[in-house]
């Protein structure tokens, strides 16, 4: 098939676009391709926030929370894409299973969500000493609406916020004192750049 003067693509079907690609690409992880493959509900090639969001569950079969699913694409979108292909899905595939890891051996009594002793554990574990109205103020932020203590994907979103902010201050507390003094610009550009 041609159009244009040019030969189609590869699995390319007129009007109708591309169909999907059910070959993984050489040297992925078939059972990957599949998941990623299954994901990408429009068969696009590519991973949407919606796609993404609809495929992220917490341990409740609770939806991910939409503003974390956004921060794990902002994460992982390493081309400004606005969606992932399959290598930036691998990546985030694996970047999940390693915060599942963390989320399970911080959940001692199991109960499926993080309560306030154990995420000021995990925080300290980290090197964050936060004081404790902050590690309340975190708590009330991230804590779910009708669901005791932090969920999984509110735990990930409240853990990388908190190394993001933490990081934003360090390179403007260039002598290491603990204190930073800045005008209004330099904290709203601080800000306004956190993912």
């Keep these: 098939m041609s159009y244009g003067g040019q030969y189609a693509p590869p699995g390319y079907h007129g009007a109708g676009g591309f169909a999907p690609r ?55 979108d390493t081309d400004r894409s606005g969606t992932i292909g399959f290598n930036e899905f691998s990546g985030l595939w694996k970047y999940i299973k390693d915060w599942q890891s963390v989320f399970h051996h911080f959940d001692r009594d199991r109960s499926g969500s993080i309560d306030g002793q154990e995420f000021q554990e995990a925080l300290h574990q980290f090197g964050y000493r936060l004081s404790p109205q902050l590690l309340n103020l975190l708590q009330r932020k991230y804590g779910s609406t009708g669901h005791p203590g932090i969920t999984f994907d509110r735990f990930v979103r409240a853990c990388v916020v908190v190394k993001q902010i933490t990081e934003s201050f360090a390179a403007l507390d260039t002598d290491r004192d603990g204190w930073v003094q800045v005008n209004y610009d330099q904290f709203m550009e601080t800000v306004l750049t956190l993912p």
């Design 22 to 76: 059910h070959d993984p690409p050489l040297g992925a992880d078939p059972q990957l391709w599949q998941w990623f493959v299954a994901v990408d509900r429009d068969r696009s090639g590519h991973i949407s926030v919606v796609e993404l969001q609809r495929a992220l569950i917490n341990g409740d079969w609770s939806q991910f929370d939409l503003d974390t699913v956004k921060l794990l694409m902002n994460i992982f």
